[in-house]
């Protein structure tokens, strides 16, 4: 996909385009048992992720990918759930997002972990052009670590897509051989 060019604009901090949802889960969100579908999950994962990445890049963002979800604990019908989204790290067009998800029980006034994710939004134009965002800047040791974390994912990344195309290139190899 080609790419627009436009001056990058100054850092942002990570605190500009933190991102909160607070959903109620209702009967249709949920299976059989009454729990949230891991899906509805995502959707919202998704949503919440998308804010904080627009709000960055204050422009369009597409979902390139949904890294690594965990779902740590059921969640069930009538359940506040809470969704935090926080900008990692930006790269030249792409930004890593960090998801975090609580379930609030308001009366006891309780929050508990049930579930985080990494997700990777594009800033695109109009046209579904790529466009540069903003670089991040961290304050704290969190930030910090969280942005590095996210260079490490990014690594990891790129070192499996050279594994598959060299796996790809092999196969095609044994192809023309055996055919
Ligand atoms: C995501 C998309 C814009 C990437 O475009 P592309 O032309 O393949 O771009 P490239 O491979 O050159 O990568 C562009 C950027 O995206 C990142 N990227 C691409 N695929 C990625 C993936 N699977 N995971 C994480 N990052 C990814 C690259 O690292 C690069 O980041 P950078 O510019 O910050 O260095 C394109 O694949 C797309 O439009 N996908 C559909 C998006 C969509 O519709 N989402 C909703 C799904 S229903």
Same mark, same amino acid.
């Given at each position: 996909?080609?790419?627009?060019?436009?001056?990058?604009?100054?850092?942002?901090?990570?605190?500009?385009?933190?991102?909160?949802?607070?959903?109620?889960?209702?009967?249709?969100?949920?299976?059989?048992?009454?729990?949230?579908?891991?899906?509805?999950?995502?959707?919202?994962?998704?949503?919440?992720?998308?804010?904080?990445?627009?709000?960055?890049?204050?422009?369009?963002?597409?979902?390139?990918?949904?890294?690594? %979800?965990?779902?740590?604990?059921?969640?069930?019908?009538?359940?506040?759930?809470?969704?935090?989204?926080?900008?990692?790290?930006?790269?030249?067009?792409?930004?890593? %997002?960090?998801?975090?998800?609580?379930?609030?029980?308001?009366?006891?006034?309780?929050?508990?972990?049930?579930?985080?994710?990494?997700?990777?939004?594009?800033?695109?134009?109009?046209?579904?052009?790529?466009?540069?965002?903003?670089?991040?800047?961290? +304050?704290?040791?969190?930030?910090?670590?969280?942005?590095?974390?996210?260079?490490?994912?990014?690594?990891?990344?790129? +070192?499996?897509?050279?594994?598959?195309?060299?796996?790809?290139?092999?196969?095609?190899? +044994?192809?023309?051989?055996?055919?």
């Amino acid at each position: 996909m080609k790419e627009t060019t436009i001056p990058t604009a100054q850092p942002r901090p990570v605190a500009d385009s933190q991102s909160e949802m607070t959903e109620l889960v209702l009967p249709n969100d949920t299976n059989t048992l009454g729990n949230l579908l891991g899906g509805r999950l995502m959707h919202f994962i998704d949503l919440v992720g998308a804010m904080a990445a627009y709000r960055h890049s204050r422009a369009n963002v597409v979902t390139a990918s949904m890294e690594h %979800i965990d779902f740590i604990a059921p969640v069930h019908v009538g359940d506040l759930l809470i969704l935090k989204a926080s900008v990692n790290r930006a790269f030249q067009t792409s930004m890593d %997002i960090g998801v975090k998800v609580w379930v609030e029980n308001a009366m006891a006034g309780t929050r508990r972990h049930v579930s985080s994710a990494y997700l990777t939004f594009v800033a695109v134009d109009a046209n579904g052009r790529r466009l540069p965002v903003p670089p991040l800047e961290t +304050q704290g040791a969190d930030e910090l670590r969280r942005y590095e974390d996210a260079g490490r994912r990014r690594k990891q990344r790129e +070192q499996e897509r050279e594994r598959k195309r060299q796996n790809q290139t092999a196969r095609e190899a +044994q192809e023309r051989v055996t055919v």
